[in-house]
Nanobody, 129 residues
Framework: HLQLVESGGGLAQPGGSLRLSCAVS????????MAWFRQAPGKEREGVSC????????DYADAVKGRFTVSRDNAKNTVYLQMNSLKPEDTAVYYC??????????????????????WGQGTQVTVSS
């Protein structure tokens, strides 16, 4: 049974930190690129960060570079997003997704590359004082 389950969201103060986790089951996690996306109210879903399956290389949206760090633990079938120096504009629902097409050498931040059915349900992150 395929599942991607995010956790770790919540309320944080500006300048604070949160660590999101995405636990995966039902497919061979180490083979696939993983990504984090977010969607704020009234805005389109945007790519935040991704990590490539083969070499662990990463990519980040400009808005989060230097503040967020993506990592993966293939033994635990889990991908993480460490979020530091949080800003109110980071408030959104955060989703993890898996690129299972094995067509791309590197991960991408384009949501269209992540098939329906390979997304988590999302976890709310709110940054407010």
């Amino acid at each position: 049974h395929l599942q991607l389950v995010e956790s770790g969201g919540g309320l944080a103060q500006p300048g604070g930190s949160l660590r999101l986790s995405c636990a995966v089951s039902g497919f061979t996690f180490p083979y696939y690129h993983m990504a984090w996306f977010r969607q704020a109210p009234g805005k389109e879903r945007e790519g935040v960060s991704c990590i490539t399956s083969s070499d662990g290389s990463t990519d980040y949206a400009d808005a989060v570079k230097g503040r967020f760090t993506v990592s993966r633990d293939n033994a635990k079938n889990t991908v993480y997003l460490q979020m530091n120096s949080l800003k109110p504009e980071d408030t959104a629902v955060y989703y993890c997704a898996a690129d299972v097409t094995v067509l791309r050498e590197k991960c991408t931040l384009h949501s269209g590359n992540y098939l329906l059915g390979y997304w988590g349900q999302g976890t709310q992150v709110t940054v407010s004082s």
